[in-house]
Structures are given as structure tokens and as C-alpha cells.
């Protein structure tokens, strides 16, 4: 995986104010967390958004400051969803040639499509991320599951999927990542929970009338 360079200046200032400022001036207000004291930065945001696709899924960054450079992952980030801006970004620094733990995001293929939809079933992701140890240079931008032949009533779990040789997964195996349901089936779920809500209603009363 190759890094996206970003160019960053230090902060000097810190606060609501400046960091309102630096947005009106079109940077981003960050932070590098690693080894060392945390660095206060900014980043210009156009450059942030040509380089950056999708934040969620954008790999090992490269960050100069100059003459020095960072490598890092995007930790956490503030938006506003109105303005479809981003507000503040924490990254953390790593070391490549030693291994780390993250997270990479889930993503369904041929999810309309898969059998069990296609009998008339309801697909419900139960999980979004996995958790994996790497190299730094072997993070994945995603897991793809590919779940066109996946059947009604049937579910896929973590030990099913495919992934890199170079990957490990920490998440637990027998975590269902997604299922396909019957409607049937749920509305007899729900038709359950209805009777054992009278039936603790009922007996509730009896016991106020002794």
C-alpha cells in the first residue's frame, strides 16, 4: 500500500477560537499522538479532501512538517455533517516493520443481490468492522464478503470470510457479520415477545389483586 503525503504546518495556538479561525481559513486542526509529545498541527483542507477519498478507510498517511515526517493512521475525526466538514483529526504515529492492531471497515459484495434476498429475506449487518494485527504496509482498505450465495436464514461469521496471509484477525471467529432473514420468522419473534408481555402484565395484576 502506498502512503499519501499531506503537508502540515505546526499549531502555535490552541482553543475553540483558533481552531474556528483555522477552519475559516481552510485548514484542518489536527493532532499526531505516538511515542513522543503530541503535535499540534494543521492541514490544508483541499489537499486533505484531493488526497483522501474516504476517511474511514484511508490507510497509512504520510505527514511532513517540514523537514520531518510522520507516519500515521487516522485514530478519530470530528465532522459536521451540515456542512460536510471536517472539524478536528487525531492521528497516531507508528513505526513500520512492526505490527499494530486496527480496525478496517466491512464491506458487503453483491449484498442486493444474494440469494436469501432474492427469496424475499431481510439482510441485517450485525457488524461494520473487524479487528486485525499487521504490518503497517499490509493494512487492508477494507474486508470485502462476498455474500451473493449466502441463503435465507443463513448468516456469515468471521471465521468464514477470506483474508490476506499477511493478516490476522483479532475479532472473535464465531461473530455473525450478517444475516438474512425470513419475515416470517421475525414476525413470529415479535408475535413471542407480544405474548410474554401479556403474560407478565397479567400475572402482575393477579398478584396486585391478592
Do not use: W
Not at 483522501?52 to 498517511?61: A, H, Y
Not at 475525526?77 to 497516531?92: A, G, W
Not at 477470506?162 to 425470513?182: F, G, W, Y
Request: charged letters at 30%; one cysteine or more; aromatic letters at 4%.
Amino acid at each position: 500500500m502506498d502512503d499519501k503525503v499531506l503537508s502540515a504546518i505546526k499549531r502555535t495556538e490552541s482553543g475553540t477560537g483558533a481552531s474556528r479561525r483555522l477552519r475559516r481559513e481552510g485548514q484542518i486542526p489536527a493532532v499526531i499522538y505516538g511515542k513522543e509529545t503530541p503535535v499540534h498541527i494543521s492541514i490544508d483542507a483541499k489537499e486533505f479532501k484531493t488526497k483522501i477519498k474516504n476517511i474511514s478507510e484511508s490507510g497509512l498517511l504520510t505527514i511532513k512538517i517540514g523537514k520531518k515526517s510522520f507516519t500515521v493512521l487516522i485514530k478519530d475525526f470530528q465532522e459536521n455533517p451540515l456542512k460536510y466538514e471536517l472539524k478536528h483529526i487525531d492521528f497516531f504515529e507508528i513505526t513500520k516493520g512492526e505490527k499494530l492492531h486496527t480496525s478496517v471497515s466491512i464491506i458487503l459484495l453483491h449484498a442486493e443481490s444474494a440469494v436469501g434476498i432474492r427469496l424475499g429475506g431481510v439482510l441485517e449487518q450485525v457488524l461494520h468492522e473487524v479487528e486485525i494485527e499487521c504490518l503497517p504496509e499490509n493494512i487492508p482498505d477494507n474486508i470485502i464478503c462476498d455474500i451473493s450465495e449466502l441463503g435465507l436464514n443463513e448468516s456469515l461469521h468471521i471465521e468464514n470470510i477470506s483474508i490476506p496471509e499477511n493478516v490476522k484477525i483479532l475479532t472473535d471467529p464465531h461473530r455473525t457479520i450478517v444475516a438474512i432473514t425470513s419475515l416470517k420468522e421475525e414476525k413470529a419473534e415479535e408475535e413471542s415477545e407480544e405474548e410474554s408481555t401479556e403474560v407478565e402484565v397479567i400475572g402482575a395484576a393477579e398478584l396486585k389483586g391478592e
